[in-house]
Nanobody
């Protein structure tokens, strides 16, 4: 399974961006439990920005809550992160992550498996 992230770019503070993450396979077949966006800067570890579970429960980093929205589109096999009123501290490389359960036929159990996108750069100028 390949995840293709896109939508990053250079934007002025106060602007908006919509990040996309498209899976190479149907979301309905992947058994994904959580869809998430992370970001990483040279100064910090990768941190969770937003997530949404398969049941629709969302979670946001405090600093982006209220100005960001994560959503899924099963028809387009994609997950989106819309960010508004962007700030310079939002700058970073954004990665999408799918947390799935994969059936192990040998042992008859589900095993967790994470899929990561390649990252898309977001730069917010002041």
């Amino acid at each position: 399974v390949q995840l293709q992230a896109s939508g990053g770019g250079l934007v002025q503070a106060g602007g908006s961006l919509r990040l996309s993450c498209e899976a190479s396979e149907s979301l309905s077949l992947l058994n994904v439990k959580t869809f998430a966006w992370y970001r990483q800067t040279p100064e910090s570890q990768r941190e969770l920005v937003a997530s949404v579970t398969s049941t629709g429960v969302t979670n946001y980093l405090d600093s982006v809550r209220g100005r960001s929205s994560i959503s899924r589109d099963h028809i387009r096999n994609s997950v989106f992160l819309e960010m508004n009123n962007l700030k310079p501290e939002d700058t970073g490389v954004y990665y999408c992550k799918f947390e799935a359960l994969v059936w192990d036929q040998t042992y008859g159990v589900y095993n967790p498996k994470d899929y990561w996108g390649q990252g898309t750069q977001v730069t917010v100028s002041s």
